[in-house]
């Protein structure tokens, strides 16, 4: 089986690397030398296990990226860098006709959407990587078309903890809102409760120390108006190894749209749920 080329952009960052990582042991694929990073990074290469990494400025990557072009086959990027570089980032593969997964959460949603819809290229957009959790949504999803006003009059609580790093509220947490939404609760995305501090999330909230530098937990918790009724719905991650694996599968889906031929569009993880 021919091998997937990948270039995952985002290292040094954590979900980058790691996704490079497992990219590297899989052998589904195979991980090209470079990787679009941060203004902020001064670093000229980074080594993920034996591997040495180019990483690439925003202000040379036009001229590199039509050297990698040259100079490469055809490869599939995964985007995990900042919630500030989603549109530039996205704008950056229209430009250059690149399929890619765009892991990285934030960004102007709408416009990323319209912007890779009107070029039509291949992409999976999906503000959470973990097929498991997706999979819920697409319940919760069912749920808000078919049972409109299901919860109308509850109250509801959201709380979610991330590592320090994570700089914007869970796109999980928001999308799970607006599906609630839907059910009848009246809720905004700014009463999401958001903990980013490790002393409370080991303290107060359990998460084991190994985790707190990476980690993604979610309760959402709905009271009926008269307090008789709870409904609780936890779903909580340590690590990123599922994120990982879910990226890595996107990237298959997506290979196999762009070798299928055809006009590109947007995917989300759902899309990739029904690959088989």
């Known amino acids: ?28 694929f195979e991980l090209i030398p470079f990787s679009l990073t941060g203004p902020e990074i001064e670093d000229k290469t980074f080594n993920v296990g034996d591997m040495s990494i180019r990483l690439i ?21 995964i985007d995990y860098t900042h919630p500030t570089a989603v549109n530039d980032n996205a704008s950056f593969y229209c430009r250059y006709q690149l399929p890619f997964v765009m892991g990285t959460t934030g960004g102007d949603r709408d416009k990323l959407l319209k912007d890779v819809t009107d070029v039509k290229l291949h992409a999976v957009i999906a503000p959470n990587m973990a097929k498991q959790i997706v999979g819920l949504q697409a319940m919760m999803s069912y749920g808000a078309t078919n049972f409109p006003g299901l919860f109308k009059g509850y109250r509801l609580e959201v709380k ?52 707190i530098s990476g980690h993604a937990w979610h309760t959402y918790t709905l009271t009926s108006d008269d307090g008789t009724v709870l409904f609780s719905i936890t ?16 990237a298959r889906f997506l290979q196999e749209k762009v070798q299928s031929g055809g006009p590109g569009k947007v995917y989300s993880m759902i899309d990739v749920l029904k690959y088989r």
């Open 235 to 250: 779903h909580n991650v340590n690590g990123r190894d599922v994120y990982m694996k879910g990226s890595l599968d996107a």
């Open 160 to 211: 979610e903890s991330h590592q320090h790093g994570k700089a914007d509220t869970s796109g999980t947490a928001k999308a799970m809102v607006q599906y609630f939404n839907a059910m009848g609760i009246d809720f905004m995305e700014n009463e999401i409760h958001q903990e980013r501090d490790p002393i409370v999330q080991k303290e107060k909230w359990g998460i084991p120390e190994d985790y």
């Open 1 to 28: 089986m021919k091998k997937i080329r990948l270039m995952v952009n985002g290292t040094p960052g954590n979900m980058a690397v790691r996704v490079s990582e497992h990219a590297i042991a899989d052998p589904r």
């Open 57 to 77: 400025a925003p202000e040379v990557r036009d001229a590199a990226i039509k050297r990698i072009i040259e100079q490469e086959a055809p490869f599939i990027s």
